[in-house]
Nanobody, 118 residues
Framework: QVQLVESGGGLVQPGGSLRLSCAPS????????MGWYRQVPGKQRELVAT?????STNIADSVKGRFTISRNKNMVYLQMNGLKPEDTAVYYC??????????????WGQGTQVIVSS
């Protein structure tokens, strides 16, 4: 079973920065896409950013210009700059690969809390 372990969350003041990291338990090259979602209580989980195996990225409009996603052979990162109180949420790492039948399989981490507050 694939595991995704997030780290880097915490409390930060408005305007500050955090970098979230996601470490999969298997080779990162196995996934055709990885990304970050976030969720606040009472709301649906929303896409923040994704990165494909070819390093194409997609960034949500709400964080474009402030957040960037990147990866190396071991980790996926979410660099968050210019944080706002509305960025407060639990952030989840996600990854997708294919099963033996060629069907997509999604994996999720446990989440890491980000709180933006003065």
């Amino acid at each position: 079973q694939v595991q995704l372990v997030e780290s880097g969350g915490g409390l930060v003041q408005p305007g500050g920065s955090l970098r979230l990291s996601c470490a999969p338990s298997t080779s990162i090259s196995n996934f055709y896409i990885m990304g970050w979602y976030r969720q606040v209580p009472g709301k649906q989980r929303e896409l923040v950013a994704t990165i494909t195996s070819g390093d194409s990225t997609n960034i949500a409009d709400s964080v474009k210009g402030r957040f960037t996603i990147s990866r190396n052979k071991n980790m996926v990162y979410l660099q968050m700059n210019g944080l706002k109180p509305e960025d407060t949420a639990v952030y989840y790492c996600t990854a997708s690969d294919y099963d033996v039948r060629g069907s997509p399989v999604d994996y999720w981490g446990q989440g890491t809390q980000v709180i933006v507050s003065s």
